[in-house]
């Protein structure tokens, strides 16, 4: 069976942009004209919803629904934070491509100015850099009437750095509640989970800025934003994609070994996000220009959640709200664009593959916690500071499209979620879940660039889509889980995420389906690049379900599906998959958990 998700968007080649203008800060008319082009390209609805307290049905016809008013212009500009003193470094590299190649990619008519932007500079902004701008930036904010800016500490890296996120409303406060209390929609902006791609945190320097004191104020109207420039800080002083731990980070967003990424849920749990963004760079040279003999041409990948059991409300928003109007604003702005794609690490293997289906990666796991979960990546691995204001520019239109997006469609967004959290609580006990899902093989024409002229270079390649799911295990959703009383780190990752788990307070017995292993091998986790970095052994299991009855001592725990996060739920605990708990070694046996397959009736206590 397919699930067929929205059509690849035809190619987009950019005009060039104009001459390069000097300043510190965007000009008041790339912006405004941003925030015009948004303004025009976010008209395309959703099917109408359901009347309130009716249950949700088979997905209507589409229908027009009222568009928001535009974002109201703003001219005044406000001064930036003052510069930091210019380091003294060596001279950048030389570009991995030639003259021509380099040529394609011109300076944006701005200049940014951030710490590790600055004339002279070879590093990046430091981790204390940031930590300086955030609270400048914190401190500038408290002038301003009714705006409200705090820095969060998230937590600790694994060396020791502070894992640190900054809130703007116009809220009460800038606690979770108060973001909750103030009925619009909240935006998580999230850079450099891999050490070794700076655009993003450089951009999020920026937006943060635009957002205190400059173009992008207004949007506070109608939004809520949570910044966290660098999610891996240790990853970034060392110039490396994984954490200090040598686990790649953005694929521990279900399991959250790595303290990184539990304080990436724990944020998210508390403040309930709208939209999450996810700023990455993708490799330029390398594999590309081994496999193809060619160079990555485009500015900007992107992609949205693509996993099992998205709901496709979700997805329809995700395309029509969000993508759509990104496109069109990377296009006025002079940028080019496509939907996010890789290659393995296999020389042999010539497949392109879009970004993938396994709920491992932010997008994905964010995406089942019913955001609308975007990533977007600047063509800036292995090219070092090469073309570095263009590629912030990129990310810079790309999130401030985001905003804009979610500020013009606050009042459907507050009726998305709560429909689609209706939705999956309404398919409790019955219904198909589908347990793991992969990618679909198709033919596509790709464009990348003649490492010599720098010309268009046009491929038909081999294409993994992951706009259409490919069922491969499929079953009835259970009511619920029943997890043994020695699950106690599963049950603390599911409660990080903000699942309800419930304790037996008194011994109980259910029906279900107990999971009877039919054969075992050992593995490792792989992506659509190759083996995760540092992932370690899994289990890999195939399994039959034996219907019976589970006993239920106390101190065992039963997790609920008629709950929000059910569809995260079901890709944790569903044990024959490389994701799930069990195959990662977070429930040690298939005992250990079972298939609660009608409503049970037990005493149960919420955890502490």
């Not at 891999?194 to 173009?215: F, M």
């Not at 403040?271 to 900007?300: I, M, N, S």
Request: net charge neutral; aromatic share 4%.
């Amino acid at each position: 069976m397919i699930m067929t998700l929205p059509a690849p968007a035809p190619q987009i080649t950019a005009p060039r942009p104009a001459a390069a203008v000097h300043g510190h800060k965007p000009s008041a008319f790339l912006l405004l004209s941003l925030l015009v082009t948004l303004g025009a390209c976010t008209s395309v609805p959703l099917p109408p919803w359901p009347t309130q307290g009716s249950a949700p049905g088979p997905v209507p016809a589409p229908a027009t629904v009222a568009v928001a008013a535009p974002v109201p212009a703003v001219v005044a500009v406000a001064q930036p934070v003052p510069p930091r003193p210019a380091v003294l470094v060596a001279p950048a590299a030389e570009a991995p491509y030639s003259a021509a190649v380099a040529a394609r990619f011109p300076a944006p008519s701005v200049i940014y100015n951030t710490p590790g932007l600055q004339e002279g500079r070879s590093s990046f902004s430091s981790n204390a850099e940031i930590q300086t701008w955030l609270r400048d930036l914190t401190a500038s904010a408290a002038g301003v009437p009714g705006l409200k800016a705090a820095v969060l500490n998230m937590g600790q890296s694994q060396r020791g750095e502070a894992l640190e996120a900054m809130v703007l409303s116009r809220a009460a406060g800038t606690d979770a509640a108060a973001l909750l209390a103030s009925g619009r929609p909240t935006v998580l902006l999230i850079g450099q989970q891999h050490g070794d791609e700076p655009a993003g945190s450089e951009a999020l320097l920026v937006i943060a800025r635009e957002l205190t004191q400059g173009l992008l104020r207004p949007l506070l109207d109608r939004v809520n934003v949570i910044i966290v420039p660098r999610a891996n800080p240790d990853g970034s002083a060392d110039n490396k994609r994984a954490t200090i731990g040598g686990l790649d980070m953005n694929r521990d967003h279900l399991l959250l070994n790595t303290p990184e990424a539990r304080a990436l849920a724990k944020l998210t749990r508390d403040y309930h996000p709208t939209v999450v963004v996810d700023a990455h760079e993708y490799t330029v040279v390398g594999r590309f220009l081994q496999k193809f003999d060619a160079v990555q041409k485009y500015d900007a990948l992107l992609q949205y959640a693509t996993t099992a059991n998205i709901p496709e409300f979700l997805t329809k928003a995700s395309e029509e709200w969000f993508r759509r109007p990104l496109v069109a604003a990377l296009k006025a702005q002079g940028l080019s664009s496509e939907w996010y794609y890789t290659t393995s690490t296999d020389p042999l293997d010539k497949k392109i593959s879009m970004g993938g289906t396994q709920p491992d990666t932010g997008r994905n796991v964010n995406g089942l916690k019913n955001t609308v979960s975007l990533l977007i990546e600047t063509r800036g691995v292995g090219i070092g500071r090469l073309h570095i204001q263009r590629r912030v520019h990129t990310h810079v239109t790309a999130i401030s499209s985001v905003l804009a997006s979610t500020a013009q469609r606050a009042p459907e967004l507050g009726q998305l979620q709560p429909y689609i959290e209706k939705e999956i609580i309404s398919s409790t006990c019955k219904n198909e879940a589908v347990v793991e899902a992969g990618q679909t093989l198709t033919q596509q024409e790709l464009l990348m660039l003649d490492p010599v002229t720098g010309a268009d270079k046009a491929l038909r390649v081999e294409w993994n889509s992951a706009l259409t799911l490919r069922k491969i295990k499929a079953r009835v959703r259970p009511c619920g889980y029943w997890l043994s009383a020695s699950s106690k780190i599963a049950v603390e990752r599911l409660r990080l995420h903000g699942v309800q788990v419930l304790r037996v307070t008194e011994p109980s017995s259910m029906l279900g389906d107990i999971y009877r292993e039919t054969a075992r091998a050992a593995g490792v986790r792989q992506d659509v690049r190759g083996t995760i970095a540092d992932a370690g052994q899994i289990v890999k299991a195939e399994v039959a379900l034996v219907r019976g009855v589970i006993d239920a001592p106390t101190g065992s725990y039963y997790v609920p599906l008629n709950q929000p996060l059910a569809n995260l739920v079901i890709a944790a605990l569903e044990p024959d998959t490389q994701s799930s708990y069990f195959a990662n070694q977070l429930i040690e046996s298939l005992t250990g958990s079972a298939r609660v397959m009608s409503e049970p009736a037990l005493k149960t206590e919420e955890l502490p």
